[in-house]
């Protein structure tokens, strides 16, 4: 993180010491500490801070600063790095220039009308794209005040809620699904909340958090840290993220991708396809090169190398140049979007596409289950790839396989039913709540690398089986191969 984002000085929050220190590397930058009480740091850490921010924040003039102090700083020039997730790879540090977020906030204190009466919520890291700018920069923007909780409680949030008068939620789906598992609440209910705004919001949790938490705006969108376009849902279109009503007035297209090959279709001319209705096809957004407006630049990452992998050129025309997003979107006759997966995510079996975030929808309400997780295996000499669950249950709750079995077969075609499952104790997510496969694919369900329960979907038998050398061989399936992935 240091060495991308070409550091000149480093603030440590006092809860953060003890592993800042255990990287040696650290010490040759200027190092302030940002005090926090509730997580005081040995005396013997904090020897190492001769410089402490909270005491130059108090005695700090509370007039503007000399415009002296900002010349020369432009518009397009970077702000703040937003590391991306890590979902699929290391993280990348995003560039957000001065400019863009900005903007991010005039164009959200309009789209959800805010003023100084509102009150935000902000239960995600600061270092999270919507935290950064859909909160902060609108707050500003409009005047508005922001609770920040250290880290989301489902126990304490309608409680927060009440206590602070709290107005706008800024949520990902699992957060949802989260407060909705919880048992109900006096708290919950008359609560104060008048909109709330995110992505990750499925169909089925947008219509049990309404009909259960009440009736409100949800400005379901989507989007990405980097992107240079994104969608947002205006009219509560349930399961949407949003309308685009001209797509000759904006620089979202869809392409068209090969089921079989899972790349990108080529018409006559060797130019890519934008999707008909319907058609899932990969979000990109049209590259603007202008000097008079932001709108629908990119503007990458710190590394070059990054920054040139996320672009495809030649698209629909020579010379032309798109942000490629890597998530697979579709949309109706009336222009209606929905997020599908992410390009990756979505694997083969028996012929078929299955793709993890519908399989993952599809199973979340399972009686007792806090977290679901889909992801594809390797599974030798069988094609594609073998859909795998990780499955953790609500405290008290103890997974049954065969009612799984039985739920499983009701909602799921044959092909995108899960052939293992793996039942664990925590979620394997990211801080962003974005959940994490990688580690996941490579352990496969070969059981001697984890220490979950591991299952066996087993048709003679009607249930999920438990592991074992017999279940594989009469579900004619061979054993994890190390290397698979």
């Given at each position: 993180?240091?060495?991308?984002?070409?550091?000149?000085?480093?603030?440590?929050?006092?809860?953060?010491?003890?592993?800042?220190?255990?990287?040696?590397?650290?010490?040759?930058?200027?190092?302030?500490?940002?005090?926090?009480?509730?997580?005081?740091?040995?005396?013997?850490?904090?020897?190492?801070?001769?410089?402490?921010?909270?005491?130059?924040?108090?005695?700090?003039?509370?007039?503007?600063?000399?415009?002296?102090?900002?010349?020369?700083?432009?518009?397009?020039?970077?702000?703040?790095?937003?590391?991306?997730?890590?979902?699929?790879?290391?993280?990348?540090?995003?560039?957000?220039?001065?400019?863009?977020?900005?903007?991010?906030?005039?164009?959200?204190?309009?789209?959800?009308?805010?003023?100084?009466?509102?009150?935000?919520?902000?239960?995600?890291?600061?270092?999270?794209?919507?935290?950064?700018?859909?909160?902060?920069?609108?707050?500003?923007?409009?005047?508005?005040?922001?609770?920040?909780?250290?880290?989301?409680?489902?126990?304490?949030?309608?409680?927060?809620?009440?206590?602070?008068?709290?107005?706008?939620?800024?949520?990902?789906?699992?957060?949802?699904?989260?407060?909705?598992?919880?048992?109900?609440?006096?708290?919950?209910?008359?609560?104060?909340?008048?909109?709330?705004?995110?992505?990750?919001?499925?169909?089925?949790?947008?219509?049990?958090?309404?009909?259960?938490?009440?009736?409100?705006?949800?400005?379901?969108?989507?989007?990405?840290?980097?992107?240079?376009?994104?969608?947002?849902?205006?009219?509560?279109?349930?399961?949407?993220?949003?309308?685009?009503?001209?797509?000759?007035?904006?620089?979202?297209?869809?392409?068209?991708?090969?089921?079989?090959?899972?790349?990108?279709?080529?018409?006559?001319?060797?130019?890519?396809?934008?999707?008909?209705?319907?058609?899932?096809?990969?979000?990109?957004?049209?590259?603007?090169?202008?000097?008079?407006?932001?709108?629908?630049?990119?503007?990458?990452?710190?590394?070059?190398?990054?920054?040139?992998?996320?672009?495809?050129?030649?698209?629909?025309?020579?010379?032309?140049?798109?942000?490629?997003?890597?998530?697979?979107?579709?949309?109706?006759?009336?222009?209606?979007?929905?997020?599908?997966?992410?390009?990756?995510?979505?694997?083969?079996?028996?012929?078929?596409?299955?793709?993890?975030?519908?399989?993952?929808?599809?199973?979340?309400?399972?009686?007792?289950?806090?977290?679901?997780?889909?992801?594809?295996?390797?599974?030798?000499?069988?094609?594609?790839?073998?859909?795998?669950?990780?499955?953790?249950?609500?405290?008290?709750?103890?997974?049954?396989?065969?009612?799984?079995?039985?739920?499983?077969?009701?909602?799921?075609p044959h092909y995108a039913r899960p052939v293992f499952v793996r039942v664990g104790s925590q979620a394997d997510m990211t801080t962003t709540f974005k959940h994490r496969k990688i580690d996941l694919q490579k352990q496969g369900y070969d059981p001697k690398r984890f220490a979950d329960t591991l299952y066996i979907k087993d048709d003679s038998m009607e249930t999920y089986s438990g592991y074992s050398d017999e279940v594989l061989a009469r579900n004619a399936l061979l054993a994890f191969v190390d290397g698979d992935a």
């Amino acid at each position: 993180v240091l060495q991308a984002t070409n550091t000149k000085i480093v603030l440590v929050g006092e809860e953060c010491i003890e592993p800042f220190l255990e990287t040696p590397e650290t010490k040759q930058w200027p190092q302030w500490l940002i005090p926090d009480t509730e997580n005081p740091a040995s005396a013997a850490d904090l020897a190492g801070f001769d410089n402490e921010i909270a005491g130059q924040v108090d005695s700090a003039a509370t007039s503007s600063p000399d415009p002296a102090l900002r010349e020369g700083i432009r518009a397009e020039d970077d702000m703040l790095y937003i590391f991306t997730s890590g979902t699929t790879g290391l993280p990348k540090a995003a560039r957000y220039s001065h400019m863009r977020w900005m903007s991010s906030g005039d164009v959200m204190e309009v789209t959800l009308d805010t003023s100084g009466d509102d009150v935000f919520y902000c239960c995600l890291p600061l270092y999270h794209g919507a935290a950064a700018t859909s909160v902060v920069s609108t707050a500003l923007s409009s005047g508005a005040s922001i609770v920040i909780r250290r880290k989301f409680s489902a126990s304490r949030f309608w409680s927060d809620v009440r206590t602070h008068g709290v107005t706008i939620f800024q949520y990902v789906g699992e957060i949802c699904r989260y407060l909705l598992n919880r048992p109900e609440s006096t708290e919950e209910k008359n609560n104060s909340l008048r909109c709330m705004l995110g992505a990750g919001l499925t169909s089925d949790t947008w219509q049990r958090w309404v009909k259960r938490f009440g009736q409100l705006d949800v400005y379901e969108g989507w989007g990405a840290t980097e992107a240079n376009t994104a969608t947002i849902n205006l009219d509560n279109y349930v399961g949407s993220c949003g309308r685009i009503s001209d797509w000759n007035k904006t620089n979202l297209r869809l392409l068209r991708i090969d089921e079989e090959t899972q790349t990108h279709v080529r018409d006559e001319n060797g130019f890519y396809v934008h999707c008909e209705p319907g058609e899932v096809g990969e979000a990109v957004g049209f590259i603007v090169d202008s000097q008079v407006t932001g709108a629908g630049r990119f503007e990458g990452y710190t590394s070059t190398e990054a920054t040139e992998s996320k672009i495809l050129r030649d698209v629909f025309q020579k010379g032309d140049a798109w942000w490629s997003s890597g998530d697979l979107l579709r949309y109706d006759a009336n222009g209606y979007c929905y997020f599908v997966d992410r390009v990756g995510d979505t694997f083969r079996w028996k012929s078929e596409n299955v793709s993890t975030q519908e399989v993952a929808t599809e199973l979340g309400d399972f009686p007792g289950m806090e977290f679901i997780n889909i992801y594809g295996v390797t599974v030798p000499e069988n094609e594609g790839r073998a859909g795998m669950a990780l499955v953790v249950m609500q405290q008290g709750c103890k997974f049954d396989p065969q009612a799984f079995y039985q739920f499983v077969s009701e909602r799921l075609p044959h092909y995108a039913r899960p052939v293992f499952v793996r039942v664990g104790s925590q979620a394997d997510m990211t801080t962003t709540f974005k959940h994490r496969k990688i580690d996941l694919q490579k352990q496969g369900y070969d059981p001697k690398r984890f220490a979950d329960t591991l299952y066996i979907k087993d048709d003679s038998m009607e249930t999920y089986s438990g592991y074992s050398d017999e279940v594989l061989a009469r579900n004619a399936l061979l054993a994890f191969v190390d290397g698979d992935a």
